[in-house]
């Protein structure tokens, strides 16, 4: 069996700074290795169930968080900025199941610690076919396309609630109960693996019974901006049109190319923000 790992920082247990998912710094050293400790324990949980073989997608920041040796499982590490498909990169139709791990509410989700979408200088709100979503919903996109279920999530409440509208049935796990943007209640760090993995192990022993993301085709992704000079600019791709002053739109019944056409909106956003 073999499994993707897509994994983020925000949804980690504690983290509730941008200070300590974002290096240099000693606040940042130590919330990586929790992360890495999160990642292994999917992994761990994951061959409980009989897994053999996983890919880590570091999707984080400069995405070079981990330490590729302190793996479990001889996981393969892909690291490195500017992936084409970004936070998905190395998924295809020879992976069983995909894992999303300490990811994070999406940037209307007001409530839910360290709130974003990809590019929070730029995007206000993305909808998937007229509903909010985070990342996770976005990145389902690539998982439908190569037919793997996406089985596992963990962060907190309102990642997971965002989550299940495209994932129906993902097994979720809660590490910290947000209170504001910057404030949350996280489990203890012990306990959090501990959920992590069982519910690793758990998702993958009723894999047979999971179904592909939920998305309707031709899918269409909506996407807010802060300001009116990001919608200008991104019309610029092809298949982005406009909706309104600060709100353009993507349509296409294919979902890995729905979601190529959302990078380059990123990264063409990026470009001017970074």
Not at 54 to 73: A, C, E, I, K, W
Not at 117 to 132: F, H, K, Q, S, W
Not at 252 to 271: K, Y
Request: include cysteine; charge should be negative; proline fraction near 4%.
């Amino acid at each position: 069996m073999k499994v993707f790992l897509s994994t983020d920082m925000e949804g980690t247990a504690g983290v509730v700074d941008w200070s300590q998912c974002r290096g240099p710094g000693q606040e940042y050293e130590y919330y990586r290795g929790q992360l890495q400790a999160e990642v292994n324990a999917a992994i761990e949980g994951a061959m409980a169930a009989g897994a053999t073989e996983f890919l880590v997608n570091d999707s984080h920041s400069t995405m070079q968080n981990l330490r590729p040796d302190g793996l479990l499982g001889q996981a393969s590490y892909l690291s490195g900025r500017h992936k084409p498909l970004y936070m998905m990169q190395g998924l295809d139709d020879s992976f069983d199941a995909a894992f999303f791990v300490s990811y994070h509410g999406s940037a209307g989700a007001t409530s839910s610690v360290l709130h974003h979408t990809y590019n929070p200088r730029a995007i206000a709100e993305v909808r998937l076919n007229g509903e909010v979503t985070g990342e996770a919903g976005i990145n389902a996109l690539v998982a439908l396309a190569h037919g793997v279920p996406v089985v596992l999530i963990s962060g907190d409440q309102v990642t997971i609630d965002e989550a299940q509208a495209f994932c129906p049935g993902i097994e979720s796990v809660v590490v910290k109960e947000s209170v504001s943007h910057s404030a949350a209640l996280s489990v203890h760090p012990e306990v959090a693996r501990e959920l992590i993995r069982d519910g690793a192990e758990r998702a993958l022993d009723r894999l047979s019974g999971f179904g592909l993301p939920s998305i309707t085709r031709p899918a269409e992704l909506t996407v807010r901006f802060h300001h009116q000079a990001f919608a200008e600019l991104v019309c610029a791709l092809r298949n982005v049109g406009r909706r309104g002053e600060r709100v353009v739109a993507i349509s296409n019944d294919d979902p890995l190319e729905l979601f190529r056409s959302f990078i380059a909106l990123v990264l063409l956003t990026r470009g001017i923000t970074d």
